[in-house]
């Protein structure tokens, strides 16, 4: 089977974890990888194998890739969505894809008129245990929905740097959770009413916030929460709840038992 040519912008946290996944995946040949920090990142260079580059040119111009992963600060998608569509190739590219609704309304139409596939990194659709919520909603098992429940906890709290350029809790971290709410019930949100703190870093107080209850609203009049802290001391914790005329269903993180 021919396997697919794919260039990587940006190799940092969520660039390096995704590289190494490609790597082991067989229909996938990582051609190229851009980091104009590359000359700091010697050690996930010499982990990968890959050389690292720093011009993006040489993947807009590599006619044999075919898909690009964008994995570069937010603030950058939009410039490399544009440009990988009009090259024709396909995209995945992280969340969010811009801090402005222009902005990426800009990408989506780039995207539209290239025809290329587009497909943004909220990834806990594809967790099997969250797939399977979706599964039971869909089969009719929870019954009409009433009332869905999120509780998003990151294991450690952003410095004050990251925060600054992140777009903010919401932005930045609640975005997986109002996907995950919009994906769980299959309806748009038409109010959103929030309560939040700044509880585990008061470095970033002024800044943005990190702990928050978020109320939704959706368009047939079921309710959702979500309840988001930037840090959890025991680690990463994902719950849903969905919760129906017939019963409920709920799934909580991947636990070892030993
Ligand atoms: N889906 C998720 O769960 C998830 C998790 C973490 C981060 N993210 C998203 O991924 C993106 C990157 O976050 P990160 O935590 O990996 O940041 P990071 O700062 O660790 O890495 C970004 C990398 O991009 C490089 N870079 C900067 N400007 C560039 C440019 N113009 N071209 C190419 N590379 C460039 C930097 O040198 C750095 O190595 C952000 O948009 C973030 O929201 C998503």
Redesign the pocket.
Known sequence: MKKLNVGI????????IHAMNLVNNPNINIKRI????AD??KDFEEKIGIKLETD?DVIFNDEEIEAVLI????D??VD?IVKSAEKGKHIFC???VSLSDEESMKAYKAVKEAGVKFQI???RRYDRNFAYVKKLIDDGKVGDLELVRVDSRDPEAPPLS?VKS?GGLFM?MTI?DFDMARFLTGKEVVEVYTQATVKCNKEIEGVDVDTAIINLIFEDDSIGVILNSRRAAYGYDQRVEAFGSKGTAMVENDLEAN
Request: proline fraction near 12%.
């Open positions: 912008f940006g190799a940092g946290r969520i660039g390096q851009v980091d104009p920090f700091k990142l993006p994995c570069t600060p937010t950058t998608h490399y992280e969340k969010p990194g909220v990834n990251y992140s930045d997986h």
